[in-house]
């Protein structure tokens, strides 16, 4: 008697539960910032700066929370630094080849990049003095951060995917699409936190704000793109999403993160700002549940024995 | 410590000895490395005392399973109550009960355990490198390490590692280190009633469950083969390996096991290639922005 269960069904759930979810939504949301703020700050004008300035403080923000985050979800927290320090040797631990690895370094680099662009934010601003803010605040530094920062950032948002798929879990193993969707997820997140935060400043930039509606459709575009090869890339495993999981990410992640979003912004100025303030909540929602779906979707799959729970 | 991994500290640091010195030395070293060691489980000899189970717990000082045993969780669904391998399981007895009628069926046992893979997932991921590969060519987990990441247990296809709720790390079998680097047997084997499970070199292990399929198959047993001793087959083959009379997957076994790196390459590749979409799209954005804005500055000038 053959059996039709999939190799990835008899490994174990990792308990990676709602600290890793939100942490993949925020990292993902910081990377996108980040993102945001260099290419601003590169091919932009001045008149973006304001919104630049608002992408430093929500990407440090993040990188911080995150790293918060992470550390707390450890069973054994006060361990963290045997991440990047070998505790028996004191030599750095490093294996290019682990997600997990490369991303607590990518955290790290994401960390600094996110701080080099909020000080040369502050100093941009007048609000310091301080010499190293008005160092990072110097033309030339400052393109350099925004070239790292936006690797960097790039990184940050798209790792989390790559690290589920490195595994033998069902969901995250048999698909290799998930980085990507994870990557244009976090800088959808990135734009609608960015428009909801220009609306909660007062902020009066409206061709900044019209250029990020414009990226955010593209962005949007190819998330639903994404999101759709994931789904028909996981081939009969797909089954395991025929449960309100699968619901979720058909009904709240693609029609109420992304379609619904993409056509209240497809004409925003008839649509009016409250409109695009909803769509950009939207799209907020929709990134988390995203993560909340894939994450917990995989985590309910266990055989034991013979039996496949779910 | 009794979760603690005793593990060799290494040597104090010696001048470098010239290169003819250090071949010699190398030559010496690979004589007096000992065998890969690893287990030979024969299903069919198994009937279910879980003796292993117990020999497991008592010789490495794990808690009974749940609440530390105040309560007794009962399956409901099997007269096996472990059902699973743990943090605190490192010996499984697995019943699987094929009875499609009553009267009619069989049992089959397994003891179910780390299978020490050749090549290893839980260590080719873990972020800390905790888990190392011991002179006996197998798989321990350093407790003073881990750090409880749980990225093993994801990558691990047979659902062996899970977290020890005691030591808040990540616990399985360690083929009883402690026990065969003083040159004694580990307790499971030792345990076996039946010899269900057999210890010694991988090479010697290999002959006789080689000769044991032989046997079954000459006696009728024809579905009898081994899962996991093939060294060219999936993770290299594996240092535990079993004799089955059924599918893997009835056994709760993977038909295929695989590398969690096997999508590092191509989810990497479609990440960057999204991240310079991503780059030039905005950039090119930002780009035709500044375009449109001059081309609408001067379009008033110009009429």
Known sequence: ?310 | MPFALPIAQPAPASPRPPAPARAAANASLAAAAPEPMGFFTDTTVCIGCKACEVACKEWNQLPARGDGGAHLEMSGQSYDNTLTLSGDTWRHVKFIEQFPEPYHGRWLMMSDVCKHCVQAPCLEVCPTGAIIRTEFDTVAIQSDTCNGCRDCISACPFGVIEINHVSGTAQKCTMCYDRISVGLEPACSKACPTDSIQFGPISELRTRAGARVAQLQAQGEKGAYLYGADPTGPLGGLNAFFLLVDEPEVYGLPREPKMPTRNLVRGSMLSTIGAFMMAFVGALSLRARRITEVQQASGPKGE
């Open chain 1, 1 to 310: 008697m053959q059996t039709s269960v999939p190799d990835t069904f008899f490994s174990s759930p990792p308990h990676f539960r709602w600290l890793i979810v939100l942490y993949f939504f925020i990292g993902g949301l910081a990377g996108g910032a980040l993102v945001l703020a260099s290419l601003m700050r590169l091919f932009g004008r001045a008149e973006d700066r304001p919104l630049v300035h608002l992408a430093s403080e929500v990407a440090l923000a993040g990188a911080v929370l995150s790293a918060i985050i992470l550390t707390v979800d450890l069973t054994r927290p006060l361990r963290f630094w045997h991440m990047v320090i070998q505790n028996h040797t004191g030599l750095p631990m490093f294996k290019w080849w682990s997600p997990m690895s490369v991303g607590v370094w990518g955290l790290l680099v994401f960390g600094v990049f996110a701080l080099v662009a909020w000080l040369g934010a502050l100093a941009d601003q007048g609000r310091t003095r301080w010499g190293v803010a008005r160092a990072a605040a110097n033309p030339a530094v400052a393109a350099i951060g925004a070239v790292g920062g936006m690797a960097a950032g790039l990184f940050l948002a798209g790792y989390t995917g790559v690290l589920l798929a490195v595994s033998n879990r069902p969901i995250w193993a048999d698909s290799s699409w998930l980085g990507v969707l994870f990557l244009f997820s976090g800088v959808s997140t990135a734009i609608a936190a960015l428009l909801l935060g220009a609306r909660w400043r007062g902020l009066e930039l409206p061709s900044t704000i019209a250029w990020l509606v414009r990226f955010d459709r593209i962005t949007l575009a190819l998330e639903a793109i994404a999101l759709v090869c994931f789904v028909v890339s996981l081939g009969a495993v797909a089954r395991a999403l025929v449960n309100g999981w699968g619901a979720l990410l058909v009904l709240g992640v693609l029609g109420m993160g992304v379609l619904l979003p993409l056509g209240m912004e497809w004409r925003p100025r008839i649509h009016g700002a409250q409109r695009m303030a909803l769509a950009a909540a939207c799209v907020l929602v929709g990134g988390f549940l995203l993560r909340a779906a894939v994450l917990l979707s995989s985590e309910q799959v266990r055989v034991l024995g013979t039996h496949v729970i779910r």
